[in-house]
């Protein structure tokens, strides 16, 4: 089993002191120790933004690619590679911003990939603008008047959209997230992990006081993963009001819907059954489709 | 001074009619039956961007001497409709012949404006069709019957090619298709008409490909060991993603049509750096799109291959019809600066060389290499030698894909700016393949040091020059010495090859300077060439004339005269032929059609 600290590269992380960043990158060092996932057996691809920046202080085979983009090169990726397992990492002005048509292909597609999505609800690296999963009305530096817009649902697209595996973290809570990202690296399909990240410098309303006065934990409420129904009426409840109590608003982490036994895109195409790159050791014989063309 | 017939002995027909209608299967039909025969084809479908409606036409050349692109004349006219008749009247020789049902329009009604040498083939496409059991899209078979009727031409070859595209059907379906056939074959030829030129099967065959651009790339690709693919359909690229589609299991090439161009590139940058050798193709519009991952291919030094097969623009343009006006936003798409290969097939042979050496080139320089071509290219066939397929290698550069490595960097800094390269899954490679600039290891944030920064932009720099000395070398056409001088690039080569053939046949020497390679920019060999020049012309089909710039900016010499096209149609031999003769101080008259005035039909 690889020690937590062999995934460590020699570089010191720049998140913010106290960012959720560093909740969610101690998990995931846990859950690939805990697993005992070699660093030749999985790749990680990561999208722009503070989240992406993870890509210097994670010492594995992976790939920091464009803002919004992480999960196309990650398919691609898994498809090509069979004999590698893959993570995306991704934001939430990243993934569900300029990203949201790859996520909801993504989601159409039910590729073997793990998605770990760093929600904290702002643009971070950017100094503060407000994202897609900001707060209906919560000012911010590009929305003094506050953001017009209803927040992205993660949970409810990816139910919408039959996902297969559904869930919702908390960086502040490591132990827990460890275990759900443990369930869903192991997800056979597509997994989303939507993780409650406080962003300590540039949201104000949703930090780790906040979250700890409204979270509560699906497992422990004897919920049944295996209800779709129940599971994406239960993502409404994500939205409140800025003023909400804690009494009023309880917000669910913890997986809210799984599906095993499901055809991944990978089992449904044919040529995936070996690595890409043995298709080029030597040129292809094409007197075949010359002779259609005589 | 009485001109010459450059157009040799050929029969040239033109099948007109709305979409929908089946103008291009026919068509392709009718050349594979006389390729077959052992006649040079080159055909040429015209359509606008609608599935049923418009006016579509497939025009094909039928020659016993080698031939390189279209003519603009027309021998024989199957007008599918009465439209197409008014319509292309003007393209019609002395002595050729409309093929037509007098259910569309009678025969004391048709037009001929004042025409006496042109003979009336009616058909009755339609009754035809009725009589032997079939539908009415097969109104087209019974017009290739008819047409080979006209010739004399045997119709065994037709019945064999119908029988083979029925295969997969009910026999009866077969058997209608070869009844249709039968039928139009014996009305042409009640109809008597005195026609100038007949055809014959020639005998022995050499072996040939009957190829459009897009497969003749998705040829090379495939015989490259393609395993991904990715695209969006865009006009004229989508072909390429049908064809790679339908090839996909047996070849095991993963293909998938994303949700976007902008998924397409970046899925290609993945499968790259898992070591799978990966392309996309697209047009002007979606490489738009792609351009942002362009770049992320570039600063990572992915091996991709781009294909990017152009139409008129900006924005969607004219998407039907044929431009090479990306020539520069090919060179230049993506901010900052990385080095990356632009290669210009100029016809099919050239899209399935080009094809497969783009992904050793890719390898060798892990960089983005781009196959630039057009409509011309993509929708159009032509009889080329059968692909040298013996001659495909495989060169995947410095790749390791198995075993481990020991103190692994993946942009280690070296004299030829090429790293070597491990895959993951490797043990000890760790590396990240970053967008950022990034330090050897591809951490981001040590790559923001000034050393690092200078180190690693000239590192990648260092790749362009080593590509120069592994790209395509210009290729030269005609004698060293000539009276007239061409350079160009991409499909223009067709109809100047054509025109320098005719030329030649008047004692006019033309030699011709294809740029196979557009960049890095070939600066000393065109130098060179214009060196020796006596008179130079720049032929491209764009307004503001980007190679002729190019050479300007690269070369310091001025090239003499440009002959540009931007209507979207292809530019023709006749315009290069008059052209020619135009800087020789000398007029040919080209009809309102476009075809040489004075050549009495070309035989």
Redesign the interface.
Known sequence: MPAVKEFVTPLKPTWCPGCGNFGMWEALKRALSELDWQKNEFSVVWGIGCHGNGADFLDVQGMHALHGRAVPPATALRLTRPDLKVIVEMGDGDGYGIGLGHFVHALRRNPDLTIIAHDNQIYGLTTGQASPTTEHLMPTVSTPTGVLEQPVNPIGLALAQDATFVARGFAGDIPHLTELYKQALTHKGLAIVDVMQPCVTWNHLNTFQWFRERVYKLEESGWDTSDRAAAFNLSMTTFHDLTCTPEQCKIPIGVFYKREGVPTYEDRVAASAEPGFKRAEQPRDVSAILAGLG | MPQPAPYGREVRIRIGGPAGFGIKAAGQTLARVFARAGYHTFDLTEYPSLIKGGHNTYHLRVSEDEIFSHVMPTDILVALDAPTIALHLGELTSGGAIVFDPHDVAADAIELAGRDDICLVPVPLTDIVYEVGGIKIMRNVVALGAVLGHLEFPLDGLVDSLRHQFAHKAPEIAEQNVAAATRGHVEAANAHCDFPFRLAPRGSVE?????DGN?AVG?GA???????Y?AYPMTPASSLLSFMAK????????V?H???E???M??????A??????MCATSGGGFSLMV??LG?AGV?ESAVVVGLFTRPGPATGLPTWTEQSDLRFAIHAAQGEFPRVVLAPGDQTDAFELG?KA?NLADQLQTPVIVLGDTYLSDNRQTQP??D?AA???D?GQ?Q?TGEVEEYARYRVTDSGVSPRV??????????????E?DE??????GEERANRIAQSEKRARKFELAKTLVPKPVEFGPHEAAVSVILFGTTKMPTLEAAKWLAAEGVTVNVLQLVTVWPFPADAVHEFLERSKRSIVIEQNATGQLEGLIREHTLREVGHRLNRTDGRPISPEQVYAFVHDILGRHVELTAAGAIATSEGGR
């Open positions: 072996p040939f490909v009957l190829a497969e040829v495939l015989a490259a060991g393609l395993g991904f990715a090839h996909a299991d047996a070849s095991s090439v993963v998938k994303t949700e976007d902008i998924a397409a970046n899925m290609v940058v993945g499968a750096f898992g070591g799978t050798r990966a942002e991952a992320f990572s497969w992904f059968a692909f397929t495909v290698t495989i995947r790749l894909t895959v993951p899954g490797v043990v000890g490679a760790q590396q990240i393949v970053n967008s950022y990034h290891h591809g951490w981001g944030a040590p």
